[in-house]
């Protein structure tokens, strides 16, 4: 049995964590299967856009303690290692994703949703690093993405203290952009990744490679990728039928993504 399953909706590829018996808590399995997916994810000509989230009342509640109590510093970094080679993956990835937070992001899970390029959250959802508070640091990229998200010193203060967050504290720091009730969540998820999907695929791809380079460099290298993105974009049959609507006043009935 796979711990992360993959439904095809249109062009929306919906990746659900599966171990609600457990909260869908992160162990060795639950992260290999999410690779495995990943790997599906990208490889489907058919999804434009990835939608993650959990089964459940939880989005991903963390990393498995029950594995993690008896580690060794050795065992604990190879651990460590495979999350973050995992939620790089993810990152990464070429098509969009969106984490739709529909309980418990904690730890490990909130990581998990970090990794993601757009999250929205449900009200009853709650975020927060308390790996402190287990003798830990965050491992999974937590110290490296939430600062970068949040800003310093509420990345400090959620990591430091160890405490969680409710969706409306999560949303007011700029850690998820939408919060809405439990039963519309997976709707307005669905929206928003229908809404990319319909625009230019190479557009939208090379717009989210020039996002995340940009962010981990210097502005002068940033916009220097842009540039190459923007000029890419010029030798595509998408950029050419769209601007020859617009001028023509005319209304692009949908893409080719070529």
């Known amino acids: 049995m796979s711990f992360v399953t993959l439904e095809k909706k249109g062009a929306v590829g919906v ?33 434009l856009v990835a939608v993650l989230t959990g089964a459940g009342r939880s989005f ?22 495979l999350g973050n080679q995992v939620f790089l993956k993810l990152e990464n ?14 730890g490990g899970g909130c990581e998990l949703a970090m990794s993601c390029d757009i999250r929205i959250a449900s009200e009853k959802a709650k975020f927060g690093q308390p790996e402190t508070g287990l003798g830990i640091t965050p491992g999974f990229g937590g110290t490296q993405r939430l600062p970068r998200l949040v800003g310093t010193a509420n990345a400090m203060e ?12 999560a949303l007011e720091i700029g850690l998820v952009t939408h919060v809405c009730p439990p039963e519309e969540l997976m709707d307005k998820a669905l929206e928003l990744a229908n809404a990319i999907a319909a625009n230019a695929q190479i ?5 989210k490679a020039a996002i995340r380079r940009g962010l981990q460099t210097d502005i002068a290298t940033g916009t220097a990728y842009e540039s190459e993105a923007f000029a890419l974009c010029f030798a595509t049959e998408d950029q050419k039928d769209a601007m020859a ?3 023509k006043k005319e209304k692009l009935a949908s893409f080719k993504n070529r």
Do not use: C, H, W, Y
């Not at 969106?98 to 309980?103: F, K, S």
């Not at 959620?158 to 504290?169: E, G």
């Not at 557009?203 to 717009?207: K, M, P, Y």
């Open 158 to 169: 959620m990591i430091l203290t160890a405490r969680n967050i409710s969706a409306a504290r």
């Open 203 to 207: 557009a939208v791809r090379q717009s």
């Open 245 to 247: 609507a617009f001028v």
């Open 60 to 81: 991903v509640a963390g990393a498995d303690i029950g594995q993690m109590a008896t580690l060794t510093a050795a065992e604990a970094k190879a651990f460590g290692v």
């Open 93 to 106: 990835l070429t098509k969009p994703t969106i984490a739709a937070v529909n309980g418990f992001a904690l």
């Open 15 to 47: 990746i659900t964590m599966n171990r609600p018996e457990a909260l869908n808590a992160l162990n060795d399995q639950v992260l290999r299967d999410l690779s495995a997916v990943l790997d599906q994810v990208e490889a489907d000509g058919e999804i």
